[in-house]
Nanobody
Framework: QVQLVESGGGLVQAGGALRLSCASS????????MGWFRQAPGKEREFLASIDWRSGSTYYADSVKGRCTISRDDAKTTVYLQMNSLKPEDTAVYYCAQSQTTSFVMSYYNSANAYHFWGQGTQVTVSS
């Protein structure tokens, strides 16, 4: 069973930045893609960004494009989400997820159904 451990959440003022980390226990390189999602109270889980582990290709939701950057550290099997210019509406629980399915179309990883393992979530609160 793959375990994902997120960190880096917290309270930040509007306009600030945070970097979320997600460490995967999977060192077998069967990881094909990782993604970040968020869920605000009363709302559905929302896709934010994904990264193809082998090629480094990335894909972003329009809501965060230009403000967020997803990256990976191969040696640590860790994925990061750098978030800048944070807004109060970014307040949510942020989840990372790992997919073990190969797709040549990055938009495949926009769906939560593409992922097999999920982290426990980390709270991000942006104050106005």
């Amino acid at each position: 069973q793959v375990q994902l451990v997120e960190s880096g959440g917290g309270l930040v003022q509007a306009g600030g930045a945070l970097r979320l980390s997600c460490a995967s226990s999977d060192h077998t390189y069967s990881n094909y893609a990782m993604g970040w999602f968020r869920q605000a109270p009363g709302k559905e889980r929302e896709f934010l960004a994904s990264i193809d582990w082998r090629s480094g290709s990335t894909y972003y939701a329009d809501s965060v494009k230009g403000r967020c950057t997803i990256s990976r550290d191969d040696a640590k099997t860790t994925v990061y989400l750098q978030m800048n210019s944070l807004k109060p509406e970014d307040t949510a629980v942020y989840y990372c997820a790992q997919s073990q399915t190969t797709s040549f179309v990055m938009s495949y990883y926009n769906s939560a159904n593409a992922y097999h393992f999920w982290g426990q979530g980390t709270q991000v609160t942006v104050s106005s």
